[in-house]
Structures are given as structure tokens and as C-alpha cells.
């Protein structure tokens, strides 16, 4: 044995490092600083990643909602120019979808879901780590505008045709914004297919001994089907993305009508993704509900295998809607009522999750901690925004509320008072799992009331607004358009909304730091998540791959203490046999070949071709790197008193 050396594994904090070695060919060992973090392949710490960039852009992204609010909040005001209002609404939109909702739910997929299922890692853990520092480098090219001439793109997160074409979305000459919006969302969408198709392999491939597909955990589940929408729906988007990037740069006329293109065509490849994404966001939202409430109501989830198959409903059924977002384009009477009524029909499953949510509530203990009060405010402000949701199946009552701020205030219930309030309802329930620290009941509860009545004193004017006949993306209106009082209340709730999130953030940041210590399964918790041995959880997750006897899988080790000890000790001396805990090893070459991506995809934009083959030829030398660096890994040993020792000369 080269060289072993021993360590806790509490928290992230892996072994010494065991011997120099050099930067690039030979893999890094280092455990601590920031070598670790830019070489990492540990699933914990690429979630951790994640979550820190999604929260950074959420508050970036509600800044700029703030700014919005407070253009609109008095008639005929000068705070923003048209202009940059413009580019407000359209970076505020893809900074939530894209790099603030999205990458907090692959933080609960990285970090969670490996655990859910008890696996070691990811079954790609440097493939892990590369679509991280992707999501990185696409979320660096979309915001690049703010710091240059050109500015930020200013035609809308939705792209459409002929906003996008030189004559109206190019202010002057060699504007490059509209192409910096193309081509970080096709990075973006590299990010999303690659840790997407790495989360399905590992869901079904590497589940714990006993952990049939029907005892799965819910979230998990979530996780299948949203990585599942992923890669069958942004090929669309990338398609629309191409074609849009060739019309501007190689004037190819796919959506220049003046050369035969069609500007109708971008809206069908973009909405056959657009509305999958709504579910992208959404099923992952469901996910953390369905873990939350059996496990504050103290009881099982009501009808498992209903709400499991309801969120493979949705996720198939979202798929043929994506024209409801087009009615008043003209497609005709028989594809508007096709539309129509498949968007009714998925309202069915949306509804019977709801059903057994309420199920799994009715008769059972309740504990009403902060967690709760999120799942709860989650079902209530969803609910909300499914109703409007249903009046815009209505092809006629849609043509009425089209771009209009009824438009807005149903989607951001969805988005808001969906996803955002089930994410920050699986910040307070994870948290302690993830960091060893409980936040305060009282502070966590101030936070939830603070949000909850900034969000709906922000958006439920926005349904009279919109009823009024306010269009959405106005960046002033006149004093005698009778929308001054709505618009005013508005911005006033969007200000106190701020104020919640900034003290939630702030409640998070002073627990990480002072929060109170916790002992094991703080909530007494169900799902095998909680049965790591420290939290937080040690670098290899658990010291015996557990063996899993039934749905809530934490709990029946609970009550059958005895027996699973017997089955880890047979377990550990099997696994010990064959030589210990195999681990992944750390990488240099994800990093590397996204550098190489950045670089040339800026230099692509800026059309220095030159630049771009030398970033193409680093990420070709990455590429070979990887793959001549081979798997690699090193060993644990655990002993019975559960210290570990590493093993680095496999």
C-alpha cells in the first residue's frame, strides 16, 4: 500500500492529501481550498456549487424585477429608459428560468438524489463536474452584455421572430447582445442534456440493494421525469437557437420573411420546448412537496403510485399543449380546439396531486415547522395559478388576456408560488442534512409570512390590471389609464417581497455560520437521505451500502433496528472483501474542456474566427485528456468504530 492516510469524513472534508503531485496530468488530491473545489467530482460538493451560482442569480435576477416595478410604480416615469426597461424584462425572464429556478433544482438533484437512492456518486461523476462549469460559462456569455457596449439583449426571453433579425434587435453597428443571448442558452442547454442523461443512468442503474423502481422516493421520481422532458425537449430549442444563429451570422433566411423564412416556425420549436419547461420547473417543485409533507404529517404519502404516474401524465401530456401560447397567431379552429382541450386534460394529474396531497394531510399529525408552511403556501399559491391557468384553455377568454398583466400574474403564481416557495421549502428541510445546522423556527417563520404577503399583495393586483386591458412589457402608460392604484400596490408588494427574500438569505447565511447544531434526523425524517452517518453527510455517503425493505425506507430502519445491523455488519465485511469503498478521483479536464467552450464561443459572437479554432482546439485537447486520464478512483476502509482510512494505491 503506496499511501493511506485517516480521516473523520464528517461534512465535505475528505482525506489528507496523501502526496505532491503535478497540476494537469496526474490527478489532484487535494481535499481542501480551492484546488478542490475546481477539480471536484463529488456530487455533494458539485450540488453545493450550484445552489451557491442559482441563489446568486435569483437574487440578480429579482433586482432586476425590482427595478421594473419601480419604473411602473407612478404614471409617465423616467426611472428607465424603453431601452434598458427592455432589457430588463428580457434578462430578469432568463435569468429566473435559466439560471436561477433550473440550477436550483439540479442542486437538489445532485446533492439528493444520489443519497435517496444510496449511491456512492453520480454514475458519471466527471461528466458531474463538466456540466456544472458548463452551466457556469453559459450563464457567463448571457450576462457578458451588461459590461459592454451592445449592452443586454433586449427583445424578450422569448426570442420571437423578426425581434431577433438585425433590422430591429441590433441598436448599432456590431451589437452583439442578441448573439450573446443564442449562444449562452445553447451552452446552457449542453449543461441541462449532459447532467440530465447522467441522472437517469444513475436512477437506473446504481439503486440500493432492495430499492425496486415503486419504492423510489418521490423527488427522486421528479428527478426521472424532469431530466426525461430535458433531453426530448431542448433539442427544439437548440434546433430554433442554430437556425437563428446561421440567419444572423451566415444569412441563411429560416425566419426572414423578406428571403421565404417563417417567423411562425421559431414560435412552434420554441413553445414545444417553452412549455415542457414549465413542467422542468415545476415537477421538481412536486417532487420536494411529496418528501415534506408525509413527513410533517407523520404518515405515508397518500397514493404513491397515483402521484407517481400523475407526474409522468404531466410530463407526457406536456408535450401537446405547446400551441395554447400561440392562439391568437391564426392557426385555425381545429388545431386552436386540439389545443384547447389537451390543455384542460392536464389539468387531471395537476389535480390529483393536489388531491393527495391534501390526503396525505387529512388525519395526520401535523407539525407545523417552517418546511411545512412553504409546502402549504406552495399548494395554496399553486392551486391559484392553475385556475387562471384554466381559463386560458379557453381559446376566446385567452384571446382576451393575451400579453396582457393577467398573463403575468398567472404565471408568476406558478413559478413563485409554485417552484420558488417548494425550493425555499426544501432549503429550510435540507438544510440541516446538508450543513449540520437547524434555522430557527421564529426566523424561518418571519421569513415565510414576510414573502407570502410580499408575493401576493405583488401579483394578485396584476389579474385586475390585466383585466383592465394593461398590456405586459409597457415601460410607462398615461395617469388617466385607471391603472395607477394597482400598479402602485404592486410595487409596493414587489418591495417587501425583496425585503423577505433578503431575510431569508441573510436567516440561511447566519445559520451556516452560527446556527444551531443538530443531532441525527433532526425532523424524523423517512426518506434514506437521512441515514448517512454525519451530518453533513461524509464524502462517500454512507459506510454500508444500505439495503432497502420498503417505501419509507429510513423509517422501517427505525423500527428494525436489529435486524439492519446484522445486515450492515454482513454487508461491510462483504464490501470490505473486495477491497473497500471505491471513490472517484478528482479531474482538472472538465474544467478544461469548458474553458475551452467559453473561450471560443465569445470569440464565435464577436466573429474572431481565429479565436474561436483556439478555443475549439482547447476543448479538443481537453476532450483527449479526459479521455487518455482514464477512470481512475482510490479506496476507503471503514472500520467498526466508523474511522476511515484512503487507499491510493489502486
Same mark, same amino acid.
Given at each position: 500500500?503506496?499511501?493511506?492516510?485517516?480521516?473523520?469524513?464528517?461534512?465535505?472534508?475528505?482525506?489528507? &492529501?496523501?502526496?505532491?503531485?503535478?497540476?494537469?496530468?496526474?490527478?489532484?488530491?487535494?481535499?481542501?481550498?480551492?484546488?478542490?473545489?475546481?477539480?471536484?467530482?463529488?456530487?455533494?460538493?458539485?450540488?453545493?456549487?450550484?445552489?451557491?451560482?442559482?441563489?446568486?442569480?435569483?437574487?440578480?435576477?429579482?433586482?432586476?424585477?425590482?427595478?421594473?416595478?419601480?419604473?411602473?410604480?407612478?404614471?409617465?416615469?423616467?426611472?428607465?429608459?424603453?431601452?434598458?426597461?427592455? /432589457?430588463?424584462?428580457?434578462?430578469?425572464?432568463?435569468?429566473?428560468?435559466?439560471?436561477?429556478?433550473?440550477?436550483? =433544482?439540479?442542486?437538489?438533484?445532485?446533492?439528493?438524489?444520489?443519497?435517496?437512492?444510496?449511491?456512492?456518486?453520480?454514475?458519471?461523476?466527471?461528466? %458531474?463536474?463538466?456540466?456544472?462549469?458548463?452551466?457556469?460559462?453559459?450563464?457567463?456569455?448571457?450576462?457578458?452584455?451588461?459590461?459592454?457596449?451592445?449592452?443586454?439583449?433586449?427583445?424578450?426571453?422569448?426570442?420571437?421572430?423578426?425581434?431577433?433579425?438585425?433590422?430591429?434587435?441590433?441598436?448599432?453597428?456590431?451589437?452583439?447582445?442578441?448573439?450573446?443571448?443564442?449562444?449562452?442558452?445553447?451552452?446552457?442547454?449542453? !449543461?441541462?442534456?449532459?447532467?440530465?442523461?447522467?441522472?437517469?443512468?444513475?436512477?437506473? %442503474?446504481?439503486?440500493?440493494?432492495?430499492?425496486?423502481?415503486?419504492?423510489?422516493?418521490?423527488?427522486?421520481?421528479?428527478?426521472?421525469?424532469?431530466?426525461?422532458?430535458?433531453?426530448?425537449?431542448?433539442?427544439?430549442?437548440?434546433?430554433?437557437?442554430?437556425?437563428?444563429?446561421?440567419?444572423?451570422?451566415?444569412?441563411?433566411?429560416?425566419?426572414?420573411?423578406?428571403?421565404?423564412?417563417?417567423?411562425?416556425?421559431?414560435?412552434?420549436?420554441?413553445?414545444?420546448?417553452?412549455?415542457?419547461?414549465?413542467?422542468?420547473?415545476?415537477?421538481?417543485?412536486?417532487?420536494?412537496?411529496?418528501?415534506?409533507?408525509?413527513?410533517? =404529517?407523520?404518515?405515508?404519502?397518500?397514493?404513491?403510485?397515483?402521484?407517481?404516474?400523475?407526474?409522468?401524465?404531466?410530463?407526457?401530456?406536456?408535450?401537446?399543449?405547446?400551441?395554447?401560447?400561440?392562439?391568437?397567431?391564426?392557426?385555425?379552429?381545429?388545431?386552436?380546439?386540439?389545443?384547447?382541450?389537451?390543455?384542460?386534460?392536464?389539468?387531471?394529474?395537476?389535480?390529483? &396531486?393536489?388531491?393527495?396531497?391534501?390526503?396525505?394531510? +387529512?388525519?395526520?399529525?401535523?407539525?407545523?415547522?417552517?418546511?411545512?408552511?412553504?409546502?402549504?403556501?406552495?399548494?395554496?399559491?399553486?392551486?391559484?395559478?392553475?385556475?387562471?391557468?384554466?381559463?386560458? !384553455?379557453?381559446?376566446?377568454?385567452?384571446? *382576451?388576456?393575451?400579453?396582457?398583466?393577467?398573463?403575468?400574474?398567472?404565471?408568476?403564481?406558478?413559478?413563485?408560488?409554485?417552484?420558488?416557495?417548494?425550493?425555499?421549502?426544501?432549503?429550510?428541510?435540507?438544510?440541516?442534512?446538508?450543513?449540520?445546522? &437547524?434555522? !430557527?423556527?421564529?426566523?424561518?417563520?418571519?421569513?415565510?409570512?414576510?414573502?407570502?404577503?410580499?408575493?401576493?399583495?405583488?401579483?394578485?393586483?396584476?389579474?385586475?390590471?390585466?383585466?383592465?386591458?394593461?398590456?405586459?412589457?409597457?415601460?410607462?402608460?398615461?395617469?388617466?389609464?385607471?391603472?395607477?392604484?394597482?400598479?402602485?400596490?404592486?410595487?409596493?408588494?414587489?418591495?417587501?417581497?425583496?425585503?423577505?427574500?433578503?431575510?431569508?438569505?441573510?436567516?440561511?447565511?447566519?445559520?451556516?455560520?452560527?446556527?444551531? &447544531?443538530?443531532?441525527?434526523?433532526?425532523?424524523?425524517?423517512?426518506?434514506?437521505?437521512?441515514?448517512?452517518?454525519?451530518?453533513?453527510?461524509?464524502?462517500?455517503?454512507?459506510?454500508?451500502?444500505?439495503?432497502?425493505?420498503?417505501?419509507?425506507?429510513? +423509517?422501517? /430502519?427505525?423500527?428494525?433496528?436489529? /435486524?439492519?445491523?446484522?445486515?450492515?455488519?454482513?454487508?461491510?465485511?462483504?464490501?470490505?472483501?473486495?477491497?473497500?469503498?471505491?471513490?472517484? =478521483? *478528482?479531474?482538472?479536464?472538465?474544467?478544461?474542456?469548458?474553458?475551452?467552450?467559453?473561450?471560443?464561443?465569445?470569440?464565435?459572437?464577436?466573429?474572431?474566427?481565429?479565436?474561436?479554432?483556439?478555443?475549439?482546439?482547447?476543448?479538443?485537447?481537453?476532450?483527449?485528456?479526459?479521455?487518455?486520464?482514464?477512470?481512475?478512483?482510490?479506496?476507503?476502509?471503514?472500520?467498526?468504530?466508523?474511522?476511515?482510512?484512503?487507499?491510493?494505491?489502486?
Amino acid at each position: 500500500m503506496e499511501a493511506t492516510a485517516k480521516a473523520s469524513f464528517t461534512g465535505h472534508d475528505s482525506p489528507a &492529501k496523501t502526496e505532491k503531485r503535478s497540476w494537469l496530468f496526474t490527478r489532484p488530491t487535494a481535499t481542501t481550498g480551492l484546488v478542490s473545489w475546481l477539480t471536484t467530482v463529488d456530487h455533494k460538493r458539485i450540488g453545493f456549487l450550484y445552489g451557491v451560482c442559482a441563489l446568486f442569480f435569483f437574487l440578480v435576477g429579482g433586482f432586476e424585477a425590482l427595478l421594473i416595478r419601480l419604473q411602473l410604480i407612478v404614471p409617465n416615469n423616467t426611472l428607465l429608459s424603453a431601452n434598458t426597461y427592455n /432589457e430588463m424584462f428580457t434578462m430578469h425572464a432568463t435569468t429566473m428560468i435559466f439560471l436561477a429556478v433550473m440550477p436550483l =433544482s439540479a442542486a437538489f438533484f445532485n446533492y439528493m438524489m444520489p443519497l435517496q437512492i444510496g449511491a456512492r456518486d453520480v454514475a458519471f461523476p466527471r461528466l %458531474n463536474g463538466f456540466a456544472f462549469w458548463v452551466f457556469l460559462a453559459g450563464a457567463i456569455v448571457l450576462n457578458i452584455g451588461w459590461f459592454v457596449k451592445s449592452g443586454a439583449p433586449d427583445m424578450g426571453w422569448f426570442g420571437y421572430a423578426p425581434m431577433t433579425s438585425h433590422q430591429f434587435a441590433d441598436r448599432f453597428a456590431g451589437d452583439m447582445s442578441t448573439d450573446l443571448w443564442i449562444m449562452g442558452l445553447q451552452i446552457l442547454g449542453v !449543461s441541462s442534456v449532459v447532467g440530465s442523461l447522467n441522472f437517469i443512468v444513475t436512477i437506473i %442503474n446504481m439503486r440500493a440493494p432492495g430499492l425496486t423502481m415503486m419504492r423510489l422516493p418521490v423527488f427522486t421520481w421528479m428527478t426521472l421525469f424532469t431530466a426525461f422532458l430535458i433531453i426530448l425537449s431542448f433539442p427544439a430549442i437548440t434546433i430554433a437557437l442554430v437556425e437563428l444563429m446561421m440567419d444572423r451570422s451566415f444569412g441563411t433566411g429560416f425566419f426572414e420573411v423578406s428571403q421565404g423564412g417563417l417567423p411562425v416556425l421559431w414560435q412552434h420549436l420554441f413553445w414545444i420546448f417553452g412549455h415542457p419547461e414549465v413542467y422542468i420547473l415545476i415537477l421538481p417543485a412536486m417532487g420536494i412537496i411529496s418528501e415534506i409533507l408525509p413527513t410533517f =404529517s407523520r404518515k405515508p404519502l397518500f397514493g404513491y403510485p397515483i402521484v407517481v404516474f400523475s407526474g409522468a401524465v404531466i410530463g407526457f401530456l406536456g408535450f401537446g399543449v405547446w400551441s395554447h401560447h400561440m392562439f391568437t397567431t391564426g392557426m385555425g379552429t381545429v388545431a386552436t380546439a386540439a389545443f384547447s382541450l389537451a390543455t384542460m386534460a392536464i389539468a387531471v394529474p395537476t389535480g390529483v &396531486k393536489i388531491f393527495n396531497w391534501v390526503g396525505t394531510l +387529512w388525519g395526520g399529525h401535523l407539525s407545523m415547522r417552517t418546511p411545512m408552511m412553504f409546502a402549504l403556501g406552495f399548494i395554496w399559491m399553486f392551486m391559484f395559478g392553475g385556475f387562471s391557468g384554466i381559463m386560458h !384553455s379557453a381559446a376566446p377568454a385567452d384571446a *382576451q388576456q393575451q400579453d396582457s398583466y393577467f398573463v403575468v400574474a398567472h404565471f408568476h403564481y406558478v413559478l413563485i408560488g409554485g417552484s420558488i416557495f417548494a425550493l425555499l421549502a426544501g432549503i429550510h428541510f435540507w438544510f440541516p442534512l446538508m450543513f449540520g445546522r &437547524k434555522v !430557527s423556527e421564529k426566523a424561518g417563520k418571519l421569513s415565510f409570512w414576510i414573502i407570502f404577503i410580499g408575493f401576493n399583495t405583488t401579483f394578485f393586483p396584476m389579474h385586475f390590471l390585466g383585466l383592465n386591458g394593461m398590456p405586459r412589457r409597457t415601460f410607462t402608460y398615461d395617469g388617466n389609464m385607471g391603472w395607477n392604484s394597482a400598479n402602485f400596490i404592486a410595487t409596493i408588494g414587489a418591495l417587501i417581497l425583496g425585503l423577505g427574500i433578503a431575510y431569508y438569505f441573510y436567516v440561511m447565511i447566519w445559520t451556516y455560520f452560527k446556527g444551531e &447544531k443538530v443531532k441525527h434526523d433532526v425532523w424524523d425524517a423517512r426518506t434514506l437521505e437521512w441515514a448517512v452517518p454525519t451530518y453533513p453527510p461524509p464524502a462517500h455517503n454512507f459506510h454500508v451500502t444500505p439495503t432497502v425493505h420498503a417505501r419509507d425506507a429510513f +423509517w422501517y /430502519e427505525k423500527t428494525h433496528q436489529e /435486524e439492519i445491523a446484522k445486515e450492515k455488519a454482513a454487508h461491510a465485511k462483504d464490501e470490505e472483501s473486495h477491497g473497500g469503498i471505491h471513490m472517484p =478521483s *478528482q479531474s482538472w479536464f472538465p474544467l478544461i474542456v469548458t474553458l475551452g467552450l467559453l473561450i471560443g464561443a465569445i470569440f464565435f459572437v464577436n466573429h474572431n474566427y481565429v479565436g474561436a479554432i483556439i478555443g475549439g482546439a482547447i476543448l479538443v485537447l481537453g476532450i483527449y485528456g479526459w479521455a487518455i486520464e482514464g477512470p481512475g478512483g482510490y479506496h476507503l476502509h471503514v472500520d467498526k468504530e466508523g474511522n476511515v482510512t484512503r487507499d491510493d494505491s489502486h
